[in-house]
């Protein structure tokens, strides 16, 4: 024996066979990082063993030390490792049956905080009755050299360790025969060993770890236990962890992670008799390897959750889970739960799927909160009676994770408390297979489903309710309130159910039965979306279904029923047993209808009581879809009371009953709207107008005809444009108000009738009360052409409306819409007559009947006035009361003829004089003479003005180019091509007057610009001076036009202002102009223009369009006198002929013909020229002249339908005139010319004058 007070130093020291060195005596701490060599291995008994012990109260630290060979043991003090690499083969920490050596405490410790120490043949902690403990709070420790077999013992044989690992690594195991056991005996006293885990990573990569003695004892036996509130227990694929053996263990994983995985984790070893406690407080079962397969029992302990997470590989879980805590589910991967757990925790899936399968089951008081998928399919259950599948109940369910149902019935919320999930719930099949998972609400609380999707088979709600404010959300088949056998026997069933929605959008991808088998349901939506249809699939809603009692009562949002024609809708659906009820509440939002059939009242009959159906609206919208039908009852009865809000329909898709099945409908109409979508309405529905209520039909631009009765006491409102046709035989007795569009009337109507500003009546209707016009009656309305109609009312109020006729204007007698006033009176209105295709002609007798009284009808002197103007070829119509010789004195005509009658005592009425040239003697003589307007003024001057533009625009040569040819102004120079450009402006003032029978009279002004170029200058013959080029010009005309018209008493004609024309002219042109050896000159011209224009009156405006050819020879010879500095006295001809012809148009009032012209004017004139030449080359020649003028053969006749009025425009007049043309620089040229041109001839009727001028430029190069 060898004793060393203390040890340091780096040194090496052999202990030999059978000998002792014992140190730290002194109890003092030291380092030491020497060599060790001990005699033999602790390992082989028979070998002799060199031994170490360390002693006394100081710490040994050997970092970078190596004990080697034989034992190693600390009976008092410790060791320490804290850098380094250290390696020791055998270690006891701790000896209980040493031999006394001073300081000897039996116990011993171990410190590692860095470096790393090797263990190559076992660690005893605690070993023969003495106390050992390891703490590691960092660095690594590793056991088992490669080839040699190694072992861990905390607690062995009577004694009591601990390891305690807060940080760093554990690394265990070089095969799988090597162990690690907490609590190991095989005689006397028992072991304990507990391994604390706080921190770091404990890996069992080899071997085995026994929880509790792994070998039988002749004593007492050892017990184990691992503390792990932190830190990683690692088991490796080739390891194995056994919680008890022969000895009892306990494993608290309160924190941290058990990392393993296989066929790694057993109950007890071999049934050696140990028991074993896993209790789960809030750690983490993680699978590694290979999915992980485990038989063990465990606990979870109250207050905590703990979590088993797949890590993508899965397990499957066969014995039972106790306790009152939480089980988390984590991690990708499949977790199989098969055994009848019990637990009353919650149960939380964040990842992976959650199994159960055979009699597999969880008793979840607390609830599921499901993130992941639970997967109930592979359970089997007993049923329920009545019902194929088994019953899986969850107090709650939350969470956004996946529900696998398969064929059972899963019910949630017997713990009546409120959850919510945005996951998905998988039934097996579809509804209407023989079996197919069902899901079932229960309870009292709210399930919310944002988000969620509820596939396949069924869900009921047979107590509590669903609820959708956000998200999206799915439900294949849904029944709200079930009152069958499956909801009598599922806990909490109060066999009703409720639907709140309130934002989001839930579609129903098959059915949703509200009130089903005699349960009670309810939805109420107040905002979101609710859809109903899955391309594809058919879809049903029924609310009240076979038995039940349903209602809907939407407040907000939109429901959006149907995929297809064959989808149906049903309130009150039954086919046997007690009676349905189904009831629609809207009051807000849009519940559409976009395609399939709604019926109110069993669409079906019934072997027992039928099902009834009531729609209650107070406002949003019920929109039937144009491919969808609304039906008022069925087989079973149906109200719709539309009191408020909109039902949108159109095309024929409003009827009363179905197939006559027997039920009867009432369509109640207290204060909403029926407004037309799609297409036109057809209706053939009779309805109530509620008393003390307006219900409006809005035709919405569509139109409508309903050929159902109306009654009742309550009011209607026609609105929107369109017509509405009411063609039934009407008896309700509230007003009628028609505020936009028109109202058709073809049958009877006994309300009185207001027609507002917008509105329109008309139609043939009979037996109206009074009606009061604020806008327009048109009778006759919607008739074919050249059909007629009338109206009968007792009393027509002219309220500032107007009576709208079409009347075919010609002779007496001729057809026309009629108002009829029956025994009533008419107070003043407005009448428009639209002309119905009439040439017009004289009346001579009463004229054409309008208005007719009769059973004693009477009509006030001033109670109908005609507006605008009624012409019927060139006549126009008025309005008289009563007939001529003083015959019915109550009805009105139209008339298109007045009477000048011979004074007293005078001879008879001779015929006035018709449209001719000769306006009509003033005074008239006696005589019938014709009603005439403002048009043929008016458009009588658009002829003769476009004449005198052409000729405006065309002009002589001088005003057009002035003297800028001739030789003094620089005429000679600039031969050759496109040598020389000119422009000029023009104006002149109208102030005509022409010959025809309405005298018409036009002042205004005409002008324009015109710019020509020379193409070629140059001589054609010797001693000539040739210039060829062409020209272009734009000119207006403006002009106010007065003439005769019948004057308002229809007693004479009277010259006022009959309208205004406006005429654009679009001209081109060429010219040849020759000049001779003398001076003298030849000037040829054609021209071409396109004109257009207005010609309007106070009620008519024609358009104007039309073309003219123009053509004119013009020549002068000039005469030298003595009479001034280059006097030259010039004699004048010029002769130009036109062709003008305007296409035919309608100006609102009838088609008009402006026709063609064709004449010519003539000139002679005289023009006295000087040339006076100035300084630096500048020359003046000024110039005054005279021209008589004549148009020739210049007769316009206007078309009006048939009537021709002719004009006579030819006259001769004289035109004085000045002009001057300066060469003010070799190559520009200015010129202009003032005139002013009066009638001379000895006709008053026909006159023109004015004054007139223009400036323009010529440039040579």
Request: charged share 10%.
């Given at each position: 024996?060898?004793e060393?007070p203390?040890?340091?130093g780096?040194e090496?020291i052999d202990?030999?066979a059978n000998?002792?060195?014992f140190?730290?005596?002194?109890?003092?701490?030291?380092?030491?990082?020497?060599?060790?060599?001990?005699a033999?291995?602790a390992?082989?008994?028979t070998?002799?063993?060199?031994?170490?012990?360390?002693?006394?109260?100081?710490?040994?630290?050997?970092?970078?030390?190596?004990?080697?060979?034989?034992?190693?043991?600390?009976?008092?003090?410790g060791?320490?490792?804290?850098?380094?690499?250290?390696?020791?083969?055998y270690?006891?920490?701790g000896?209980?049956?040493?031999?006394?050596?001073?300081g000897?405490?039996?116990?011993?410790?171990?410190?590692?905080?860095?470096?790393?120490l090797?263990?190559?043949?076992?660690?005893?902690?605690?070993?023969?009755g003495?106390?050992?403990?390891v703490t590691?709070?960092?660095?690594?420790v590793?056991?088992?050299?490669?080839?040699?077999?190694?072992?861990?013992?905390?607690?062995?044989?009577?004694?009591?360790?601990?390891?305690?690992?807060?940080?760093?690594?554990?690394?265990?195991?070089?095969?799988?025969?090597d162990?690690?056991?907490?609590g190991?005996?095989?005689?006397?006293?028992?072991?304990?060993?507990?391994?604390?885990?706080?921190g770091?990573?404990?890996?069992?990569?080899?071997?085995?770890?026994?929880?509790?003695?792994?070998v039988?004892?002749?004593?007492?036996?050892?017990?184990?236990?691992i503390?792990?509130?932190?830190?990683?227990l690692?088991?490796?694929?080739?390891s194995?962890?056994?919680?008890?053996?022969?000895?009892n263990?306990?494993?608290?994983?309160?924190?941290?992670?058990?990392?393993?995985?296989?066929?790694s984790?057993?109950?007890?070893?071999?049934?050696?008799?140990?028991?074993y406690a896993?209790?789960?407080?809030?750690?983490t079962?993680?699978?590694?390897?290979s999915?992980?397969s485990?038989?063990?029992?465990a606990?979870?302990?109250?207050?905590?959750?703990?979590?088993?997470?797949?890590?993508?590989?899965?397990?499957?879980?066969?014995?039972?889970?106790?306790?009152?805590?939480?089980?988390?589910?984590a991690?990708?991967?499949?977790?199989t739960?098969?055994?009848?757990?019990?637990?009353?925790?919650?149960t939380?899936?964040?990842?992976?799927?959650l199994?159960?399968?055979?009699?597999?089951s969880i008793?979840?008081?607390?609830?599921?909160?499901?993130?992941?998928?639970?997967?109930?399919?592979?359970?089997?259950?007993?049923?329920?009676?009545?019902?194929?599948?088994?019953?899986?109940?969850?107090?709650?369910?939350?969470?956004?994770?996946?529900?696998?149902d398969?064929?059972?019935?899963l019910v949630?919320?017997?713990?009546n408390?409120?959850?919510?999930f945005?996951?998905?719930?998988?039934n097996?099949g579809t509804?209407?297979?023989?079996?197919?998972?069902?899901?079932v609400?229960t309870?009292?609380?709210?399930?919310?489903?944002?988000?969620?999707?509820?596939?396949?088979?069924?869900?009921?709600v047979?107590?509590?309710?669903?609820?959708?404010?956000?998200?999206?959300?799915a439900i294949?088949y849904?029944?709200l309130?079930?009152?069958?056998?499956?909801?009598t026997?599922?806990?909490?069933?109060?066999?009703?159910?409720?639907?709140?929605v309130?934002?989001?959008t839930?579609?129903f991808?098959?059915?949703?039965?509200?009130g089903d088998?005699?349960?009670t349901?309810?939805?109420t939506?107040?905002?979101g979306n609710?859809?109903?249809?899955?391309?594809?699939t058919?879809?049903?809603?029924?609310?009240?279904?076979?038995g039940?009692?349903?209602?809907?009562?939407?407040?907000?949002?939109?429901?959006?029923?149907?995929?297809?024609?064959?989808?149906?809708?049903?309130?009150?659906?039954?086919?046997?047993g007690?009676?349905?009820?189904?009831?629609l509440?809207?009051s807000?939002?849009?519940?559409?209808?976009?395609?399939?059939?709604?019926?109110?009242?069993s669409?079906?009959?019934?072997?027992g009581?039928?099902?009834?159906g009531t729609?209650?609206?107070?406002?949003?919208?019920?929109?039937?879809?144009?491919?969808?039908?609304?039906?008022?009852?069925?087989?079973g009865?149906g109200?719709?009371?539309l009191s408020?809000?909109?039902?949108?329909i159109?095309?024929?898709s409003?009827?009363?009953?179905?197939?006559?099945?027997?039920?009867?409908y009432a369509?109640n109409?207290?204060g909403?709207?029926?407004?037309?979508?799609?297409?036109a309405?057809?209706?053939?529905v009779?309805?109530?107008?509620?008393?003390?209520?307006?219900?409006?039909?809005?035709?919405?631009?569509?139109g409508?005809?309903?050929s159902?009765?109306?009654?009742?006491?309550?009011?209607?409102?026609?609105a929107?444009?369109?017509?509405?046709?009411?063609?039934?035989?009407?008896?309700?007795?509230?007003?009628?108000?028609v505020?936009?569009?028109v109202?058709?009337l073809?049958?009877s109507?006994?309300?009185?009738?207001?027609?507002?500003?917008?509105?329109?009546?008309?139609g043939?209707?009979t037996?109206?009360?009074?009606?009061?016009?604020a806008?327009t009656?048109?009778?006759?309305?919607?008739?074919?052409?050249?059909?007629?109609?009338?109206?009968?009312v007792?009393n027509?109020?002219?309220?500032?409306?107007?009576?709208a006729?079409?009347t075919?204007?010609g002779?007496?007698?001729?057809?026309?819409?009629?108002?009829?006033?029956?025994?009533?009176?008419?107070?003043?209105?407005a009448?428009?007559?639209?002309?119905?295709?009439g040439?017009?002609g004289l009346?001579?007798?009463?004229?054409?009947?309008?208005?007719?009284?009769?059973?004693?009808?009477?009509?006030?002197?001033?109670?109908?006035?005609?507006?605008?103007?009624?012409r019927?070829?060139a006549?126009d119509?008025?309005?008289?009361?009563g007939g001529?010789?003083?015959?019915n004195?109550?009805?009105?005509?139209?008339?298109?003829?007045?009477?000048?009658p011979p004074?007293?005592?005078?001879g008879?009425?001779?015929?006035?004089?018709?449209?001719?040239?000769?306006?009509?003697?003033d005074?008239?003589?006696?005589?019938v003479?014709?009603?005439?307007g403002?048009?043929?003024?008016?458009?009588?001057v658009?002829q003769?003005?476009?004449?005198?533009m052409?000729?405006?625009?065309?002009?002589?040569?001088?005003e057009r180019?002035?003297d800028t040819?001739?030789?003094?102004?620089?005429?000679?120079g600039?031969?050759?091509?496109?040598s020389?450009?000119?422009?000029?402006?023009?104006?002149?003032?109208?102030d005509?007057?022409?010959?025809?029978?309405?005298?018409?009279?036009?002042?205004?002004?005409?002008g324009?610009?015109?710019?020509?170029?020379d193409?070629?200058?140059?001589?054609?013959?010797?001693?000539?001076?040739?210039a060829?080029?062409?020209?272009f010009?734009?000119?207006?005309?403006?002009?106010d036009?007065?003439?005769?018209?019948?004057?308002?008493?229809a007693?004479?004609?009277?010259?006022?202002?009959?309208?205004?024309?406006?005429?654009?002219?679009?001209?081109?042109?060429?010219?040849?102009t020759?000049?001779?050896?003398?001076?003298?000159?030849?000037d040829?011209?054609?021209?071409?223009?396109?004109?257009?224009?207005?010609?309007?009156?106070?009620?008519?405006?024609?358009p104007?369009?039309?073309t003219?050819?123009?053509?004119?020879?013009?020549?002068?010879?000039?005469?030298?006198?003595?009479?001034g500095?280059?006097f030259?006295?010039?004699?004048?001809?010029?002769?130009?002929?036109?062709?003008?012809s305007?296409?035919?148009?309608?100006?609102?009032?009838?088609e008009?013909?402006l026709?063609?012209?064709?004449?010519?004017?003539?000139?002679?004139?005289v023009r006295?020229?000087?040339?006076i030449?100035?300084?630096?080359?500048?020359?003046?020649?000024p110039?005054?002249?005279?021209?008589?003028?004549?148009?020739?053969?210049?007769?316009?006749?206007?078309?009006f339908?048939?009537d021709?009025?002719?004009?006579?425009?030819?006259?001769?007049?004289?035109?004085?005139?000045?002009?001057v043309?300066?060469?003010?620089?070799?190559?520009?040229?200015?010129?202009?010319?003032?005139?002013?041109?009066?009638?001379?001839?000895?006709?008053?009727n026909?006159?023109?004058?004015?004054?007139?001028?223009?400036?323009?430029?010529?440039?040579?190069?």
């Amino acid at each position: 024996m060898t004793e060393r007070p203390n040890l340091s130093g780096s040194e090496t020291i052999d202990t030999p066979a059978n000998n002792v060195l014992f140190v730290g005596t002194d109890n003092t701490s030291t380092s030491f990082s020497g060599t060790i060599n001990n005699a033999g291995v602790a390992s082989d008994p028979t070998s002799q063993q060199g031994q170490f012990v360390k002693t006394g109260g100081g710490t040994l630290t050997i970092d970078g030390a190596r004990i080697r060979g034989g034992s190693a043991f600390v009976i008092g003090g410790g060791l320490a490792a804290t850098s380094s690499d250290a390696a020791i083969d055998y270690l006891s920490l701790g000896l209980g049956n040493a031999p006394t050596l001073p300081g000897s405490t039996s116990s011993g410790t171990l410190n590692v905080s860095g470096g790393t120490l090797t263990f190559n043949s076992a660690l005893q902690v605690g070993d023969f009755g003495g106390t050992g403990t390891v703490t590691q709070t960092a660095g690594n420790v590793v056991f088992g050299m490669p080839g040699t077999p190694v072992s861990l013992n905390i607690g062995n044989q009577g004694g009591t360790g601990t390891y305690n690992l807060a940080g760093g690594t554990v690394t265990f195991g070089n095969s799988t025969t090597d162990f690690m056991t907490l609590g190991r005996n095989t005689q006397g006293n028992p072991s304990s060993g507990t391994l604390n885990l706080s921190g770091g990573t404990f890996n069992v990569a080899n071997g085995t770890l026994f929880i509790g003695s792994n070998v039988t004892s002749t004593g007492s036996q050892g017990t184990g236990t691992i503390n792990q509130t932190g830190g990683t227990l690692a088991i490796g694929s080739a390891s194995r962890l056994f919680l008890a053996a022969a000895g009892n263990g306990t494993y608290n994983l309160s924190g941290g992670t058990l990392q393993i995985g296989g066929s790694s984790l057993f109950g007890d070893f071999n049934n050696l008799g140990g028991t074993y406690a896993f209790n789960l407080g809030g750690g983490t079962i993680q699978v590694v390897g290979s999915a992980l397969s485990a038989g063990v029992n465990a606990t979870l302990v109250g207050g905590t959750t703990s979590t088993i997470d797949t890590n993508g590989m899965g397990a499957t879980w066969s014995g039972v889970l106790s306790g009152s805590g939480t089980l988390a589910k984590a991690g990708n991967g499949v977790l199989t739960l098969t055994n009848a757990n019990t637990y009353t925790g919650m149960t939380t899936i964040s990842a992976g799927t959650l199994a159960l399968t055979g009699s597999g089951s969880i008793n979840l008081t607390s609830g599921m909160l499901d993130n992941g998928t639970f997967d109930i399919s592979g359970v089997t259950s007993t049923p329920i009676p009545g019902v194929a599948t088994g019953v899986v109940p969850l107090p709650n369910l939350s969470g956004s994770g996946t529900v696998i149902d398969g064929t059972n019935i899963l019910v949630v919320g017997t713990d009546n408390t409120s959850t919510s999930f945005s996951g998905t719930i998988i039934n097996a099949g579809t509804a209407s297979d023989a079996l197919h998972g069902i899901f079932v609400k229960t309870g009292a609380g709210t399930f919310t489903i944002n988000g969620a999707r509820i596939q396949g088979g069924s869900a009921f709600v047979v107590g509590g309710g669903l609820a959708v404010s956000s998200g999206s959300t799915a439900i294949d088949y849904l029944s709200l309130g079930l009152g069958n056998t499956l909801a009598t026997q599922v806990p909490g069933s109060t066999s009703s159910g409720t639907l709140n929605v309130s934002g989001g959008t839930l579609t129903f991808n098959s059915a949703l039965q509200v009130g089903d088998f005699g349960g009670t349901g309810t939805v109420t939506q107040t905002a979101g979306n609710v859809v109903f249809g899955m391309p594809g699939t058919p879809v049903s809603l029924n609310i009240g279904n076979q038995g039940g009692t349903g209602t809907y009562n939407l407040a907000g949002g939109t429901v959006t029923f149907g995929n297809s024609t064959t989808d149906f809708m049903t309130l009150g659906r039954n086919t046997q047993g007690n009676p349905s009820s189904g009831t629609l509440n809207l009051s807000g939002g849009t519940f559409n209808v976009a395609n399939g059939t709604l019926f109110i009242g069993s669409n079906v009959t019934s072997t027992g009581s039928q099902g009834t159906g009531t729609i209650n609206q107070t406002g949003g919208t019920l929109a039937i879809g144009s491919a969808s039908r609304l039906f008022l009852a069925a087989a079973g009865n149906g109200t719709y009371n539309l009191s408020g809000g909109t039902l949108q329909i159109g095309g024929s898709s409003l009827f009363g009953d179905f197939n006559n099945l027997g039920g009867t409908y009432a369509f109640n109409l207290g204060g909403g709207t029926i407004q037309v979508v799609g297409s036109a309405l057809s209706a053939g529905v009779n309805a109530t107008l509620v008393g003390g209520t307006t219900s409006t039909i809005d035709t919405n631009g569509m139109g409508a005809t309903w050929s159902g009765v109306l009654s009742g006491s309550g009011a209607l409102a026609k609105a929107g444009n369109g017509v509405l046709t009411l063609s039934g035989q009407n008896t309700f007795t509230g007003p009628t108000n028609v505020r936009n569009g028109v109202l058709n009337l073809t049958g009877s109507l006994q309300s009185p009738v207001n027609v507002e500003a917008n509105g329109t009546l008309g139609g043939t209707g009979t037996d109206l009360n009074t009606v009061t016009n604020a806008g327009t009656v048109e009778p006759g309305f919607g008739l074919p052409a050249g059909q007629f109609g009338a109206m009968t009312v007792k009393n027509f109020v002219g309220a500032g409306g107007t009576l709208a006729l079409r009347t075919f204007l010609g002779l007496d007698g001729s057809p026309s819409d009629r108002l009829i006033i029956n025994g009533g009176s008419a107070d003043p209105s407005a009448v428009r007559i639209t002309n119905a295709g009439g040439s017009g002609g004289l009346t001579t007798g009463n004229g054409i009947l309008v208005v007719e009284t009769t059973n004693g009808g009477t009509t006030a002197s001033d109670a109908f006035s005609l507006v605008g103007e009624a012409r019927g070829g060139a006549e126009d119509y008025r309005l008289f009361r009563g007939g001529l010789n003083s015959s019915n004195p109550e009805d009105w005509f139209l008339r298109s003829s007045f009477v000048v009658p011979p004074p007293p005592g005078g001879g008879e009425e001779e015929p006035g004089t018709g449209p001719g040239t000769e306006p009509p003697p003033d005074p008239l003589p006696p005589g019938v003479y014709p009603i005439i307007g403002p048009e043929l003024a008016t458009y009588g001057v658009v002829q003769p003005v476009a004449r005198q533009m052409g000729v405006e625009m065309l002009g002589t040569l001088h005003e057009r180019i002035g003297d800028t040819l001739t030789t003094e102004s620089g005429g000679a120079g600039g031969s050759g091509w496109t040598s020389s450009a000119w422009g000029r402006v023009f104006g002149g003032q109208i102030d005509n007057r022409y010959e025809a029978y309405a005298d018409p009279r036009v002042s205004g002004g005409v002008g324009g610009v015109q710019t020509g170029l020379d193409l070629w200058r140059g001589s054609v013959w010797p001693g000539h001076r040739d210039a060829a080029g062409v020209y272009f010009a734009y000119g207006y005309g403006s002009a106010d036009v007065d003439g005769l018209v019948t004057n308002a008493a229809a007693t004479g004609y009277t010259l006022e202002h009959t309208g205004s024309m406006h005429l654009n002219a679009y001209t081109g042109g060429g010219y040849w102009t020759d000049y001779g050896p003398s001076g003298w000159y030849v000037d040829a011209v054609v021209q071409g223009t396109h004109y257009d224009g207005s010609a309007t009156t106070q009620f008519a405006n024609l358009p104007v369009r039309g073309t003219g050819f123009a053509t004119s020879l013009e020549g002068g010879y000039p005469i030298p006198l003595p009479l001034g500095p280059g006097f030259e006295l010039e004699p004048q001809a010029q002769i130009i002929w036109q062709h003008v012809s305007f296409s035919d148009a309608n100006d609102g009032l009838g088609e008009v013909s402006l026709g063609s012209t064709s004449g010519a004017s003539g000139r002679l004139g005289v023009r006295g020229k000087w040339t006076i030449e100035g300084s630096q080359g500048a020359v003046w020649q000024p110039y005054v002249r005279a021209n008589l003028w004549r148009d020739f053969n210049a007769q316009a006749t206007t078309t009006f339908a048939n009537d021709r009025v002719p004009l006579n425009v030819q006259a001769t007049r004289l035109e004085l005139a000045g002009g001057v043309t300066a060469r003010l620089k070799e190559r520009l040229n200015l010129y202009g010319q003032f005139g002013y041109q009066f009638a001379v001839s000895g006709d008053s009727n026909v006159r023109r004058s004015g004054v007139e001028g223009d400036l323009g430029a010529r440039y040579q190069w």
